[in-house]
């Protein structure tokens, strides 16, 4: 608790808004967080997400049964959102549907969609805000562990 603590007051960032969590005993910034971070520097001009169409799954080639979603985040001075897409393979599903007592975190499984938009828009973040402190020390902190839970994103 002491290391989400630090990080928290590091960043500016308030745990019980849902900005920062621990995740795998790490502290883990939130979409929330991200939100209050792009905000902060004075720069985010919006953003939105929404589930791919059938003409945009045809065009990469997406199945049905996939989840999938894309995220745009507007940053001011730029002439065009920048995107974040990211897909959750049926296959992925499945197995968390068949192995959930193996897995610490079934939230993928239950929820998704949510899930799925999620990780869109934190990519979406990442391309717009490529200077915030906070991916230096992710990449630092992230282990196997997280890399097993999350599906890679398209």
């Not at 791919?52 to 049905?64: C, H, K, N, S």
Request: glycine content about 8%; hydrophobic content about 35%.
């Amino acid at each position: 608790m002491q290391q989400l603590i630090d990080f928290a007051l590091r960043y500016g960032l308030d745990p019980y808004r849902g900005h920062v969590c621990l995740m795998y005993g790490r502290p883990f910034v939130e979409i929330d967080g991200l939100y209050c971070l792009a905000h902060k520097t004075g720069e985010m001009d919006g953003c939105s997400s929404r589930p791919l169409t059938m003409a945009e799954r045809e065009q990469y080639g997406i199945p049905v049964l996939e989840v999938a979603w894309i995220a745009h985040v507007w940053r001011k001075g730029c002439g065009h959102p920048f995107t974040g897409m990211h897909t959750v393979t049926q296959e992925f599903l499945d197995e968390r549907s068949e192995k959930s007592d193996e897995y610490r975190n079934p939230t993928w499984r239950r929820w998704p969609d949510r899930m799925c938009e999620k990780q869109a828009q934190r990519f979406a973040f990442r391309m717009a805000f490529p200077d915030l402190p906070i991916w230096a020390e992710e990449e630092e902190t992230a282990g196997d562990e997280i890399d097993k839970e999350v599906p890679n994103g398209a």
